[in-house]
């Protein structure tokens, strides 16, 4: 069973720079694809980011070019740097673990087979 676990959330003022990481457990995480999420008060869960085992990136169009997703697989450790931030960046970003071999649909919630317990980011205007 694998388990994800996020941290580096908190407050931040708009413009700032924050970043979250997700470290993972019982699993081999290098065969992974990886991704991020996140939930605003009272919205769905959207797709931020993701990035796939070989490397390859992939990125909301509301983050692209202020949000990088990048990977360590010795530390068994994915990162969202987040520069730049908005107000409408706040929201309790998740991240989540694809175990599928084949075509990574990085946007679908349903295709990511694990989950963290999420961290709060609050960006304040």
């Known amino acids: 069973q694998v388990q994800l676990v996020e941290s580096g959330g908190g407050l931040v003022q708009a413009g700032g720079s924050l970043r979250l990481s997700c470290a993972a457990s019982?699993?081999?995480?290098?065969?992974?694809?990886m991704g991020w999420f996140r939930q605003a008060p009272g919205k769905e869960r959207e797709f931020a980011a993701a990035?796939?085992?070989?490397?390859?990136?992939y990125y909301a169009d509301s983050v692209k070019g202020r949000f990088t997703i990048s990977r360590d697989n010795a530390k068994n450790t994915v990162y969202l740097q987040m520069n730049n931030v908005k107000s409408e960046d706040t929201a309790v970003y998740y991240c989540?673990?694809?175990?599928?071999?084949?075509?990574?649909?990085?946007?679908?919630?349903?295709?990511?087979?694990?989950w963290g317990q999420g961290t709060q980011v609050t960006v304040s205007s």
């Open positions: 989540a673990a694809s175990r599928y071999s084949g075509i990574f649909y990085y946007r679908e919630i349903s295709k990511y087979d694990y």
């Open positions: 019982g699993g081999t995480f290098s065969t992974y694809n």
């Open positions: 990035i796939n085992r070989g490397d390859g990136t």
